[in-house]
């Protein structure tokens, strides 16, 4: 996840978080960020392609996608509210980490890259209600993500 950070800086990168429990990443597979190139720098879109490929690998693994992870370039690794993301350069709003989040019970990873290097990684979870993230926990027990 950090080197996918820090290669697509000044991007945002993104991808999928496989495990066999929530909570626990065994594997990541990065996806390709389908904003253009004027919104790839604060906004992430994953294709239901991407998507289904991601489901696809973690079966083989014997494992399941048990969230996603995206960075932040120059940025908090905190996720982003519909008030904090500003209007594209198309004038749509939106995109924000809250209105982009999946579901509940999923991890929500998130790196921070400060001038093309990883810093701060943290991992939220969706609110049952949908109105907030909480913040999870996170251990690295393997430096390759």
Not at 16 to 37: Q, R
Not at 110 to 126: F, H, P, R
Request: aromatic fraction near 6%.
């Amino acid at each position: 996840m950090r080197a996918h950070a820090e290669r697509i800086y000044p991007h945002e990168c993104c991808g999928f978080l496989l495990g066999k429990d929530l909570w626990t990443v065994d594997a990541v597979v990065p996806a390709t960020n389908s904003k253009g190139e004027e919104e790839a720098h604060n906004r992430f879109e994953i294709t239901p392609i991407a998507s289904l490929r991601a489901e696809k690998e973690a079966r083989a693994r014997g494992l399941s996608v048990i969230g996603h992870y995206h960075s932040h370039p120059d940025s908090r690794a905190i996720p982003s509210k519909p008030h904090t993301v500003s209007a594209s350069a198309t004038g749509e709003t939106g995109g924000s980490d809250l209105e982009n989040a999946t579901w509940p019970n999923s991890a929500f990873v998130i790196v921070s890259v400060m001038q093309g290097k990883s810093a701060e990684m943290t991992c939220w979870n969706l609110s049952d209600d949908r109105s907030d993230f909480e913040p999870v926990g996170i251990e690295i027990l393997n430096l390759d993500f």
